[in-house]
């Protein structure tokens, strides 16, 4: 059984993170720099932004097969 972390409903935790991934994707993809002069300027580690950019794309498909396989209460 799917539960809410931190008060939040689970629609409401999927809208938070999807307007983080929209973020990112403004933030990282419509930038000038390069991945590797944004990560030596965060100070992360090789492959940290786009290893970042996987885990956010991932969490709306994993929300969904979750969804999917355990549906909630009919409302």
């Known amino acids: 059984m799917l539960e809410p972390n931190q008060g939040l ?4 935790a999927v809208g938070f993170l999807q307007r983080i991934v929209n973020m990112a994707d403004i933030l990282v993809f419509a ?7 944004l990560e030596q300027e965060k ?6 932004i786009l290893r970042q950019c996987l885990r956010l794309g991932e969490t709306t498909p994993q929300h969904n ?4 396989l355990f549906p909630g209460p009919p409302v």
Do not use: C, D, P, W
């Not at 409903?9 to 409401?12: F, L, P, W, Y």
């Not at 100070?43 to 940290?48: D, L, T, V």
């Not at 097969?65 to 999917?68: E, G, L």
């Open 9 to 12: 409903s689970i629609e409401q």
């Open 31 to 37: 930038s000038s720099l390069s991945f590797s002069e």
């Open 43 to 48: 100070s992360m580690s090789n492959g940290g």
């Open 65 to 68: 097969r979750f969804t999917a």
